[in-house]
């Protein structure tokens, strides 16, 4: 017996149990034991896997048979019991196939039959390789069933109807049908038997329909093109989950791949279904169609004639809307405005979303909720994501499902690195949408929802690149921002939102909701609208993703907070200096304060404070092990701080008796090597700290000391314009390249050379105005960058020799490719001149240090990976009152802080943040004696008043010509007086709110001191023209007093109104009777500078004078010192009284402030504005490592 009379004797016993007999792949199966083929030779020739046909197939058959055949079957023993149940069934050898069921079959028509689709492929263009490829395996390969999927608008039907126009002469018939009107497989089937000329039943079965068409597709080969089979799938579901009437699709695709025919079926839609991955094989293909390349897009048919485009743009259409021919043609109707220009085109549609916006809203339609998370996770972040990162942001513990299912639709696609990562297909499209929905999602929503959306989604990331945190500041939070303020337009409305926000976002903490951002969302909000939170209950928060580097946090209470994922401000001075470690884990900054800080690259956290000693920091460098980091500081000694330990530094050496510049461990790890100020050059011995010799190598300071990588020789270069090679055992010179008087050398370097396996010494500098980089033993210039720069502030030469970064006194950042001489990028949006640079060991990534900032840039795309920096925005102007008691600060943030001691303990906190309503710096401070208004004056000469009770500025009128110098409130608190540079006076009313008078450059130059009679009913002004005027509150002139010989910056009018007193700096105070307009009095103090006059309780004129550091209070009466205030630590550059004359405030520049009783002498107060985090609470917080909370401590923080 052969085989196909027992697959005849067994599909005859099968059909007496089951109508529709044995299967294909069942066939298989059995075909494959009759010839004693194992499951995996089996799989492997059919094209299943070894798994499916075990596990599922064979299995099942042979239950099937044993039941069919009346005794137990397997696969070993298919072949004997076939023969023994056809021996006792003779009539079952000889069974004829069985019929077509009932169905009348007409096979008459001979030829080739079309039913080809009416689209018209004469444009197409491209995809010459797939056409090919999928041509030679439909054709050669016998290919059974394509799957083309691919994203909307990419191109799937027309590939498909071009495909079957290069294979249809190997076929008879072609049919093409659209599947828009959802056809069940039933109808499907029905439909397809019916194009064949055969009859069907009233209500087939599907089974008996799929029967009948594999046997058609056997007996007569054709090509069949179902397009559009996303119709079928269920939205709201992942891709491929087709709703329950069409689920068994799966089960027909499965069954026409696995039957052996002579057909091929066209199964093209966005989204395959999820059984589609069992059909792979040999004879059935999944294809996902792409994009068109730059090349295809260029040449498809509809573009104009007379369309301008270059390379780039074709490149740039091509990465922005991922070469879909939907989006080209929709490009088109544009161009005519733009004269066919293509760039100026793209231009502009990136800010118009009316292309691209309905086919996004389309495409993304049927996305699942947990997708929906994923992109939004995706969009916010900006960057490819793992597995377990999305896992952690989602809240749930493998979300691969709902990765693939993006994946399928094409909306993301993977990156494989260490660890798989995904990222947006369009980032460019997709990113923009993504956030555009979320904000109007947002801007929809309740209370409670945006709540829950702040609590489950981060607005601005602490790990993120810092270029992606500015991004999402900029669009994200401040978009939140703005929706927020609609319903909350004063800055108190704002405040009662975020303490009652923050409160619930407690509740939020205790549900199953995932995030647990909602507090540092609130914080950052915070910070944005510039509100105060002293006043809100910050206790014990989960500080998740809250940015904190700010001073809008002084004075909270965050005991027992957690800060885990949260940005601090960094203490960083001036002038910083900086070392990468060999491993590029860390990085060393040192600055001016003499602070010496560890910092982590890769999150940016402290890893350890060294602030030891209080000199400044002028070099550090790390040993080639990254064990050892070695400082010099402007005390001439050099330190070795031990990494491996905990202990303080090992003082190595005492010899330099000026300030280190430079210092280099050698790479065998035997010498190191410092230069000083005065062009000495250094060599010690590490093991025993022996000097091996100092030499006079330079005239003028060190700037720059590197060794060669085989530790012989070491090169130097200075600031007298020399670069000198020396032995470094014994500090012999062996070669000097001397610059120009004009030139100025930046750094040296050894550089492998070109012509051997060697190396060559390098310096590189500025030569009449150009970058130039030399060879110290030829002293011939190895490259030439021809670009002008301006005087330099730091150079850096990339280890690998490749790239050359430079900064300049205008603020900017400048990086060349050294072989090509090209300016990679430039960067302007830096504080201020950059001072230190240094690449990375690998030169990918280069450090860069301004005052008070250190950041960290990705040398190729010049991308801001972190940033270092100390948020110091220190008090411009002061102003006391007593009643209550408090200070106000002007600071160069635009801000007006208002400070208070606290009632339970001994410090002062911040009581109001005012944000300033314009942009220009504050010049001038000034408080009622009550307190209740404040008002400030602007570098702009704009005058701005604060009403306490009414928590609001008031609509202020006044606007003089140029800066505000001076401001007074009257004592009865209905004017104000403003005087500005151009010695322009103006009254103000309160109580009208409209200006009284204004007299324009009454004085020659600008107005010092205002002071108000005690009445309230006359003005005083003091000039740095050296006069005195006088006026009425209706604006009568009825005073000049001009005998001083300098200016005149401090007034005080007596109690009676009758007598001013005037101090200048001509060290002299004079007293004047303002009736007669004449001198009665002068009392001078010449080697004192006078800082106020006022007057005590008893009506006795006083004079506030000082040195730079200690204040005296004088009785001009009887000439006499009545107090002596201890002295400052640092120069004093401030000192005012109050209003009411009973208290002082005096600042020096270290930035401690005191307040003064001017009566007893006593301290009422002291305290500092300046530190971020003056006041905050920090006690029993979690999170922060010994060295971060020595840092915040630093900062102004305390523990309760």
Not at 338 to 367: G, I, K, M, T
Not at 527 to 553: H, I, K, N, P
Not at 663 to 683: H, I, N, R
Not at 1123 to 1131: A, G, W
């Amino acid at each position: 017996m052969g085989f196909e009379e027992a697959f005849q004797a067994a599909d005859l016993a099968v059909r007496s149990i089951r109508t529709d007999g044995l299967r294909d792949i069942e066939r298989v199966v059995l075909e494959g034991s009759w010839y004693r083929q194992t499951y995996q030779t089996i799989a492997a020739e059919a094209g299943y896997t070894e798994g499916y046909l075990s596990r599922d197939v064979g299995p099942a058959l042979w239950i099937l048979l044993s039941n069919a055949l009346g005794m137990q079957v397997k696969k070993t023993n298919f072949r004997t019991a076939i023969e023994r149940w056809s021996k006792m069934h003779p009539r079952a050898a000889f069974a004829p196939p069985p019929p077509l069921t009932s169905f009348d079959v007409d096979l008459a028509p001979v030829g080739v039959e079309r039913d080809a689709p009416s689209i018209d492929v004469t444009d197409f263009r491209g995809r010459e390789s797939e056409l090919a490829d999928l041509t030679e395996w439909i054709l050669h390969d016998r290919g059974r069933l394509l799957c083309l999927s691919g994203m909307p608008g990419v191109g799937k039907t027309w590939l498909a109807v071009k495909l079957s126009q290069c294979a249809r002469a190997n076929f008879q018939r072609v049919i093409y049908r659209d599947l828009s009107d959802r056809p069940t497989p039933v109808d499907l089937m029905m439909d397809l038997l019916q194009r064949f000329h055969i009859s069907t039943p009233p209500n087939p079965s599907l089974q008996s329909c799929l029967d009948v068409f594999a046997q058609i597709l056997s007996q007569k080969n054709s090509l069949i093109i179902l397009d559009g089979t996303e119709v079928f799938c269920c939205p709201g579901r992942f891709a491929g989950v087709y709703d329950k009437p069409f689920e068994e699709y799966g089960y027909v695709l499965e069954t026409l791949a696995a039957h052996d025919h002579q057909s091929c079926i066209f199964w093209v839609g966005r989204e395959l279904p999820r059984s589609s991955a069992h059909v792979a094989g040999s004879s059935s293909r999944l294809h996902a169609v792409e994009g068109l390349n730059q090349t295809e897009l260029s040449a498809l048919a509809f573009w104009p004639s007379d369309l301008f485009a270059t390379d780039v743009d074709w490149q740039y259409l091509r990465d922005r809307y991922g070469g879909l021919p939907f989006l080209m043609q929709g490009i088109v109707p544009r161009l005519p405005p733009f004269a066919n220009n293509l760039a100026a085109c793209l231009s502009a549609l990136e800010q118009d979303s009316r292309l691209v916006r309905p086919y996004l809203e389309a495409w993304l339609a049927p996305l699942s909720e947990i997708e929906w998370h994923i992109l939004t996770w995706l969009t916010i972040s900006c960057e490819a994501l793992s597995l377990s990162q999305l896992s952690d942001y989602l809240g749930i513990p493998m979300p691969l499902a709902a990765i693939e299912s993006l994946c399928d639709r094409g909306v993301c696609r993977s990156l494989v690195h260490h660890e798989p990562r995904w990222e947006l297909a369009l980032p460019e499209l997709l990113s923009r949408y993504v956030c555009d929905r979320f904000i109007e999602t947002f801007q929809a929503a309740d209370e409670t929802q945006r709540l829950e959306t702040l609590h489950r989604y981060p607005l601005v990331q602490s790990d993120a690149p810092e270029t992606v945190r500015q991004w999402q500041k900029q669009t994200i939070l401040q978009a939140i921002a703005a929706i927020l303020s609609a319903n909350l337009p004063l800055a108190s409305d704002q405040e009662i939102f975020l303490q009652q926000a923050l409160q619930l976002s407690r509740k939020f903490a205790n549900q199953s909701i995932p995030g647990g951002y909602s507090a540092g969302n609130l914080i950052n909000l915070a910070q944005y609208w510039q509100v105060s939170l002293v006043t809100a209950d910050c206790q014990g928060l989960v500080l998740r993703e809250a940015d904190l580097q700010s001073d809008c946090f002084q004075g909270v209470a965050f005991t027992g907070a957690d800060f885990s994922q949260t940005l601090l401000a960094k203490p960083l001075g001036q002038a910083p200096v900086i070392a990468i470690s060999p491993d590029q884990k860390q990085v060393a900054v040192g600055d001016q304060d003499g602070r010496l800080l560890l910092w982590n690259i890769q999150d940016g956290r402290l890893q350890r404070a060294m602030f030891n000693v209080p000199e400044a920091v002028a070099a550090i460098t790390f040993s080639d092990d990254g064990c050892t980091l070695a400082e010099g500081r402007q005390d001439g000694r050099v330190r070795l701080w031990d990494l491996r330990s905990e202990y303080g530094p090992e003082l190595f050496t005492a010899t330099a008796e000026i300030s280190l510049r430079a210092l280099a461990f050698s790479p065998d790890k035997q010498l190191l090597a410092g230069g000083d100020e005065a062009g000495d050059l250094y060599v010690w011995r590490l093991a025993s700290g022996e000097q091996i010799h100092c030499t006079a190598a330079h005239e003028a300071a060190i700037t720059a000391i590197t060794f060669s990588p085989c530790s012989r020789w070491l090169t130097t270069c200075g600031q007298d314009c020399a670069a000198v090679e020396w032995e470094a055992q014994t500090g012999k010179m062996l070669h000097r390249f001397q610059g120009r008087v004009t030139s100025w050398l930046g750094t040296v370097l050894y550089l492998p050379t070109l012509v051997d396996s060697g190396i060559q010494a390098v310096v590189a500098g500025r030569d009449e105005g150009q970058i130039v980089i030399w060879d110290i033993q030829s002293a011939r210039p190895l490259r030439v960058v021809a670009e002008p720069c301006d005087m330099l502030m730091a150079l850096a030469l990339s280890p690998n020799g490749r790239y050359l970064a430079a900064s300049d006194v205008s603020n900017t950042l400048s990086v060349w490719d050294v072989s090509s001489k090209e300016c990679c990028y430039q960067i302007s949006d830096v504080r201020a001149p950059i001072e230190s640079l240094v690449f990375s060991p690998n030169s990918k990534e280069l450090m860069a240090g301004c005052d008070y900032t250190v950041q960290l840039w990705k040398v190729k795309s010049g991308q801001c990976l972190r940033s270092w920096r100390s948020d110091r925005h220190p008090a411009v102007r002061l102003a006391l009152a007593t009643t209550p008691l408090q200070l106000l600060s002007g600071h160069d943030d635009q801000t007006l802080r208002c400070w208070r001691p606290a009632a339970t303990m001994d410090r002062w906190l911040p009581h109001e943040r005012l944000q300033v309503p314009s942009d220009t710096l504050i010049s001038a401070v000034a408080t009622s004696a009550q307190g209740g208004h404040w008002a400030l004056g602007t570098e702009a000469g704009i005058v701005h008043v604060w009403q306490g009770e009414q928590r609001q500025w008031l609509a202020v009128s006044i606007h003089l010509p140029r800066r505000i110098t001076a401001l007074a409130l009257s004592p009865n608190g209905h004017y104000l007086a403003a005087g500005d540079a151009t010695g322009t006076v103006a009254l103000w009313s309160l109580t009208d709110r409209g200006v009284r008078w204004q007299k324009n450059q009454t004085h020659a130059d600008k107005v010092m001191a205002l002071a108000f009679s005690p009445d309230s009913q006359r003005v005083f002004t003091g000039s740095r023209d050296r006069t005195v005027q006088g006026w009425d509150d209706d604006g009568n002139f009825i005073v000049n007093l001009a005998e001083h010989r300098r200016r005149v910056h401090t007034l005080c009018v007596s109690g009676d109104g009758k007598t001013l007193y005037s101090g200048s700096y001509d060290g002299t105070v004079r007293c004047w009777d303002v009736a007669q307009q004449t001198c009665i009095q002068c009392w001078q103090q010449s080697d004192r500078l006078i800082h106020a006059v006022t007057r005590d309780d008893q009506n006795r004129p006083l004079a506030i004078v000082s040195d730079t550091k200690s204040l005296e209070i004088w009785d001009l009466d009887t000439n006499t010192c009545r107090i002596s205030l201890p002295p400052q630590d640092e120069t004093i550059w401030h000192v005012s009284v109050c209003p009411d004359g009973q208290s002082l405030v005096s600042a020096s520049q270290d930035g401690e402030i005191n307040i003064w009783s001017l009566a007893s002498g006593h301290l009422q107060g002291q305290l500092r504005v300046d530190r971020p985090y003056e006041g905050m609470r920090i006690g029993g917080c979690m999170g922060l490592t010994d060295s971060e909370q020595q840092m915040l401590y630093s900062l102004g923080a305390t523990d309760y």
